[in-house]
């Protein structure tokens, strides 16, 4: 018989980020009451978040609304600044353990793993990790055991800054031995979309243009074009304009920025362009849609 456990949260915040390299900006566990529910909201950070029991569902909501059914076993990523929202099954909540990070190596070691814009679920027990001596062990116990060790060696102490960070990287590892060590390869195309999409994301406030953005990635404007359709169903510019539009929905909802001033913050230098793009993403003006909100 199958025990039941009461909701319960343990969550720990680091406030003083000392390291630039990699840093944990949060780290828990939860039993969640039935359909407890975050979001819909963005993280600035990375969220890896790891299903020991029960269920629930994860929304993603760029380029268009996807619902992923998770499960124990599970594990998840959240990608900074992207609209999503998750919540524990009604009648078989879930219990996970988180980490939250940044930092300027995350991008890359996330890049060295098989998370994806299309990628966000990984099943933990198709694919076991190697442990010391050549022994196998589990990705998701050995993941489970990681996260806790995050979890133990928080504090205020730079030293517990480092050892929270060496545990992370040690956590992360597990996720390259699974791309690699298990003999799964990184797909080319979908690192360049994620290196695209990347930065696009730190960049969106600036007149980029989608050259600008394949000369990052590594490859011509029109592989970058199919590559983003294949994994994405969406043009690059198309990405761009929605990830534009999302913060423009966030800033005339949360702040009292003018529509000029939103407009230059998401990098447009004509504000009649922002806001006949805004009006064909959302069908109302900036306007009509702050006074709707306001309402709301």
């Known amino acids: 018989m199958n025990e039941i456990r009461e909701p319960y949260k343990l969550s720990n915040k680091v406030r003083n980020k000392t390291l630039v390299s990699l840093s944990v900006y949060n780290v828990g566990q939860e039993k969640c009451a039935p359909g407890k529910q975050w979001g819909p909201g963005v993280r600035d950070h990375y969220l890896i978040t790891y299903v020991l029991s029960g269920k629930g569902t994860y929304t993603v909501y760029r380029p268009a609304p996807k619902i992923y059914h998770v499960t124990a076993g599970d594990v998840f990523l959240v990608f900074p600044e992207t609209e999503v929202a998750y919540r524990a099954d009604r009648e078989d909540p879930w219990e996970y353990q988180w980490v939250g990070f940044a930092g300027s190596d995350a991008a890359a070691m996330i890049d060295s793993t098989n998370f994806a814009p299309d990628h966000l679920v990984l099943h933990t027990g198709e694919h076991p990790t190697h442990g010391h001596a050549g022994k196998s062990r589990e990705l998701g116990p050995e993941l489970s055991r990681r996260l806790s060790l995050i979890n133990e060696a928080?504090?205020?102490?730079?030293?517990?800054?480092?050892?929270?960070?060496?545990?992370?990287?040690?956590?992360?590892?597990?996720?390259?031995?699974r791309t690699s060590a298990e003999g799964i390869p990184v797909n080319?195309?979908?690192?360049?979309?994620?290196?695209?999409?990347?930065?696009?994301?730190?960049?969106?406030?600036?007149?980029?243009?989608?050259?600008?953005?394949?000369?990052y990635a590594g490859v011509s404007r029109s592989t970058l074009y199919r590559q983003f359709l294949h994994c994405l169903g969406q043009s690059p510019k198309q990405y761009l304009e929605d990830f534009r539009m999302h913060r423009a929905c966030l800033l005339l909802r949360e702040t009292s920025l003018s529509v000029g001033a939103v407009s230059t913050s998401l990098g447009y230098s004509n504000q009649l362009y922002f806001s006949r793009a805004f009006r064909r993403h959302t069908g109302q003006t900036p306007t009509e849609y702050r006074n709707g909100a306001e309402k709301d």
Request: proline share 2%; with cysteine.
């Open 188 to 215: 080319e195309e979908r690192a360049n979309v994620r290196k695209a999409c990347s930065y696009i994301d730190s960049h969106y406030s600036y007149a980029i243009s989608i050259e600008d953005v394949a000369r």
């Open 154 to 177: 928080f504090g205020p102490s730079f030293r517990d800054s480092v050892e929270m960070t060496g545990q992370l990287y040690l956590a992360l590892s597990l996720f390259m031995h």
